[in-house]
């Protein structure tokens, strides 16, 4: 099994940035992707951004130009670099990775999510 943990959020105004974080330790052969989803109130949880081992990224149309996913895969950490922010960004952004794990392949694996609030 993997763990994640993200972290970085916080509350910030329209505008403003925010650099979040997800690294993921336990028994781990490869990362194949590394991706962030977020879920607002009320909402199912979305797409935000994903990234391959390779580097191939994939965006959320809301987030494109906004956003860099990026990730150290010697660290098994992942992060998001969020500019430009929106009050319609505000929602909980959780960490999601797919790979090898404690020997099994398994692409179900969450953090506990980090708030993140934009004022207007």
């Known amino acids: 099994q993997v763990q994640l943990v993200e972290s970085g959020g916080g509350l910030v105004q329209a505008g403003e940035s925010l650099r979040l974080s997800c690294a993921a330790s336990g028994i781990i052969s490869s990362i194949n992707v590394m991706g962030w989803y977020r879920q607002a109130p009320g909402k199912q949880r979305e797409l935000v951004a994903t990234i391959t081992s390779g580097g191939s990224r994939n965006y959320a149309d809301s987030v494109k130009g906004r956003f860099t996913i990026s990730r150290d895969n010697a660290k098994n950490t992942a992060y998001l670099q969020m500019n430009s922010l929106k009050p319609e960004d505000t929602a909980v952004y959780y960490c999601?990775?797919?790979?090898?794990?404690?020997?099994?392949?398994?692409?179900?694996?969450w953090g506990q999510g980090t708030q993140v609030t934009v004022s207007s």
């Open positions: 999601n990775a797919e790979g090898w794990f404690n020997y099994r392949y398994s692409s179900t694996n």
